[in-house]
């Protein structure tokens, strides 16, 4: 067998595995469910084949998440004691965040000396984000204002959860989070803007010393920026364990009854946010002639692993080495994509401003759009600093629809659903960031097109 036969072998596995499951879903007969979980797993059995034959880390992510949420289905307890290699992932991934932003950045201020470029990116990265999260935070209002998904909704009963405790914040605290008050603590509570601000001012006096007490720090950093690309090749290997069990958890810790009760919801915002991906920036890379599919190859592996983690963050060492190999130059793809993590969170933005709405709606409570829109830009706002973890933007929504005198008691429906939500805005949050670099880099003029059209996945 070779790979095109496997592809074969997948495709009548599963077309006979579908038609079954609608069989027995539409009532035209009865089967085990013994049956069908065979026919599911013989299934996975062809995928790992394809898999096998493939030899793609990404196609054996994606296989992974099969398998994880076959597992949540059929072993939910076994799958709930899985997190734990999640967490291991997770863990050995923000190790990788602080030294590979701080070397990177380092290299690419000082290596080269060119303050002024320095400052282009950074005003041009901020008009960017700020025209691209206002139009992600329109699509969410016109979204959810279309499908009405919070009008007549219920807690399922027998659904209790503890809401996150909030804390309110200020103009004043959003801008001090920006400002590392200490470096070190910065990196153990993994806040990456204030890492990026350090790392930048330290590029920039770095670029200002002689040569001969530059140097030995500039070779530092280029060793330690190159160390810790290795080291997240060494992490990847474990990624597919890791994702197939966060997607496992995540199975067997919800079931189906309460994805059932909120689909509506769940569907308003996959919609929604793949006609922001299709439109908007499907428009954006087509104007500026970066190479479609080439790019989606690009951010597919980064992509997964974010979606089945819910943490952008996983995707970050990965996200950069791509986009590297993808024609955008390290001095930008290292000062962009962590710059973007807090203010360019498009999945986020429409998230935020579709999941207010649905508060007033499930509450009974009508708000003009005036009103509507006044909320979605202080959540815009109020976003900003958020770290790329999972609910984060749980406990910004939890304080903005407080403020705004909006029950809280609509947020638990929400909270139920909200790992399979923060899968999708997590996953729209990196391609956008990635596709934010080759926006910069096409800016600045040093997008690498025949780099970009030659890219191939490992």
């Known amino acids: 067998m070779n790979k095109r036969k496997s592809v074969v072998l997948v495709f009548i596995i599963l077309t006979i595995t579908v038609i079954f499951h609608l069989v027995d879903i539409y009532n035209f007969n009865s089967f085990s469910p013994l049956f069908l979980r065979i026919l599911r797993w013989i299934f996975i059995g062809s995928l790992i084949i394809y898999a096998l034959y493939k030899r793609s880390l990404t196609t054996w992510i994606l296989v992974s998440m099969v398998i994880g949420v076959e597992v949540g289905l059929d072993?939910?307890?076994?799958?709930?004691?899985?997190?734990?290699l999640s967490q291991i992932f997770l863990r050995m991934v923000k190790t990788i965040i602080a030294p590979i932003l701080f070397s990177t950045l380092v290299v690419g201020i000082a290596g080269h000396s060119d303050l002024k470029q320095v400052g282009r990116m950074g005003w041009k990265?901020?008009?960017?984000?700020?025209?691209?999260?206002?139009?992600?935070?329109?699509?969410?209002?016109?979204?959810?204002?279309?499908?009405?998904?919070?009008?007549?909704?219920?807690?399922?009963?027998?659904?209790?959860?503890?809401?996150?405790?909030?804390?309110?914040?200020?103009?004043?605290?959003?801008?001090?989070?920006i400002f590392p008050e200490n470096f070190v603590k910065s990196i153990y509570n993994g806040d990456v803007l204030p890492i990026v601000?350090?790392?930048?001012?330290?590029?920039?006096?770095?670029?200002?010393v002689?040569?001969?007490?530059?140097?030995?720090?500039?070779?530092?950093?280029?060793?330690?920026?190159?160390?810790?690309?290795?080291?997240?090749?060494?992490?990847?290997?474990?990624?597919?364990?890791?994702?197939g069990a966060a997607i496992a958890f995540?199975?067997?810790?919800?079931?189906?009854?309460?994805?059932?009760?909120?689909?509506?919801?769940?569907?308003?915002?996959?919609?929604?946010?793949?006609?922001?991906?299709?439109?908007?920036?499907?428009?954006?890379a087509w104007f500026l002639k970066i190479p479609i599919r080439q790019f989606i190859k690009a951010v597919s592996e980064p992509v997964a692993i974010a979606f089945a983690t819910t943490s952008s963050e996983s995707a970050l060492p990965i996200a950069m080495e791509?986009?590297?190999?993808?024609?955008?130059?390290?001095?930008?793809?290292?000062?962009?994509?962590?710059?973007?993590?807090?203010?360019?969170?498009?999945?986020?933005?429409?998230?935020?401003?579709?999941?207010s709405v649905f508060v007033a709606q499930a509450a009974g409570i009508h708000m003009s759009f005036g009103s509507q829109?006044?909320?979605?830009?202080?959540?815009?706002?109020?976003?900003?600093?958020?770290?790329?973890?999972?609910?984060?933007?749980?406990?910004?929504?939890?304080?903005?629809?407080?403020?705004?005198?909006?029950?809280?008691w609509?947020?638990?429906?929400?909270?139920?659903?909200?790992?399979?939500?923060?899968?999708?805005?997590?996953?729209?949050?990196?391609?956008?960031?990635?596709?934010?670099?080759?926006?910069?880099?096409?800016?600045?003029?040093?997008?690498?097109?025949?780099?970009?059209?030659?890219?191939?996945?490992?």
Request: charged share 15%; aromatic share 10%; proline share 5%.
């Open 75 to 84: 072993f939910p307890a076994f799958a709930k004691d899985l997190r734990v």
């Open 250 to 284: 995540t199975v067997g810790h919800l079931g189906l009854d309460i994805l059932y009760s909120l689909l509506k919801l769940l569907l308003t915002l996959y919609a929604s946010l793949l006609v922001f991906v299709g439109v908007v920036f499907f428009s954006i």
């Open 197 to 208: 601000v350090f790392s930048v001012i330290f590029g920039i006096g770095l670029a200002m």
């Open 373 to 408: 829109l006044i909320m979605g830009l202080t959540l815009m706002l109020t976003s900003k600093g958020v770290a790329g973890v999972p609910r984060a933007s749980l406990v910004i929504l939890l304080g903005t629809v407080s403020s705004f005198g909006l029950p809280v």
């Open 322 to 355: 791509n986009m590297e190999k993808f024609g955008v130059p390290r001095k930008i793809v290292s000062f962009v994509l962590p710059t973007g993590y807090t203010f360019n969170l498009d999945g986020t933005t429409l998230y935020l401003s579709l999941a």
């Open 210 to 243: 002689k040569e001969e007490k530059r140097k030995p720090m500039l070779l530092f950093s280029e060793s330690l920026a190159e160390t810790m690309f290795k080291f997240t090749n060494i992490i990847m290997y474990f990624a597919p364990i890791g994702v």
């Open 125 to 177: 990265s901020l008009v960017y984000f700020e025209v691209v999260t206002t139009i992600a935070l329109f699509i969410g209002l016109l979204a959810i204002n279309i499908s009405q998904a919070g009008v007549g909704i219920h807690i399922p009963p027998g659904f209790h959860e503890e809401l996150p405790a909030t804390v309110p914040q200020t103009w004043q605290d959003i801008v001090l989070h």
């Open 410 to 458: 609509p947020v638990l429906a929400v909270l139920g659903i909200d790992e399979l939500m923060d899968m999708a805005r997590t996953s729209v949050n990196v391609i956008g960031n990635t596709l934010a670099s080759c926006v910069i880099a096409k800016w600045e003029g040093e997008f690498d097109q025949q780099k970009a059209l030659a890219f191939v996945a490992d």
